[in-house]
């Protein structure tokens, strides 16, 4: 193992500290960790993002030394992923991309007092694969496919809503469950967002506590009919 190689293995054991901590609301946990092993590497970069920095603008430094840490780089994130906007400068993959990491850093701590980074907001983000597709044929992240069902719910049509849940198996997920309460958490009270990630969030254990029940001893007629076996 190279000592590159090395360290981004140690950067992601951090990050999945980190970000296990947040999907377990700050609490410890053997599960939370393994939870987050399993976490995308976009996904883990909003969770921790929006961890630390909220939706306010955030030092391009620190944002691309996040975006190293999860396995992805800051020009993916914002170009591929639709998930970062820069307010100043540039991305740092548009510079010599055979860079050594000890050099990335150094860019890093150089731009931070200058470029800006901030979240996209989930009704920014409005591409039409947005949860159903992602470029080059990728596993979709769990930030879409939640953004996705936001919009969705936000349209009204809740048909669609269960079939996005149902043809992804999302509602037994236990992932996908922890990442919407973590959201929820992070989300302002009483803003659009909150609502509606626990909206989503409340009919998905609704429904799936319906379908917990499986089929009962008894028909619906033979319990109404008094039916006698």
Request: hydrophobic share 35%; aromatic share 6%; proline share 3%.
């Amino acid at each position: 193992m190279t000592v590159s190689e090395f360290l981004t293995h140690v950067r992601r054991i951090v990050v999945d500290f980190v970000v296990g901590r947040v999907l377990s609301g700050d609490k410890d946990g053997d599960a939370d960790s393994a939870a987050a092993d399993r976490l995308d590497e976009p996904t883990a970069y909003y969770l921790l993002h929006r961890h630390d920095f909220g939706m306010d603008e955030a030092p391009a430094g620190a944002c691309i030394l996040y975006a190293i840490s999860c396995g992805i780089s800051d020009r993916e994130l914002a170009q591929t992923w639709d998930l970062i906007s820069f307010t100043k400068g540039k991305s740092k993959d548009d510079e010599d991309k055979e860079e050594s990491d000890a050099d990335a850093e150094s860019d890093a701590e150089e731009k931070d007092s200058g470029s800006k980074v901030k979240l996209r907001t989930w009704a920014q983000r409005k591409g039409k694969s947005l949860g159903y597709e992602a470029p080059g044929g990728k596993p979709v992240p769990l930030i879409d496919r939640v953004h996705c069902l936001m919009h969705l719910w936000k349209a009204g049509d809740l048909s669609k809503v269960d079939g996005y849940l149902d043809g992804n198996g999302l509602r037994r997920q236990e992932l996908f469950k922890r990442l919407l309460q973590s959201l929820i958490e992070l989300s302002p009270h009483g803003s659009e967002e909150r609502s509606l990630l626990e909206s989503i969030s409340n009919h998905v254990g609704a429904r799936g506590a319906m379908r917990d029940e499986g089929p009962g001893l008894f028909s619906k007629e033979e319990l109404e009919g008094g039916k006698e076996l």
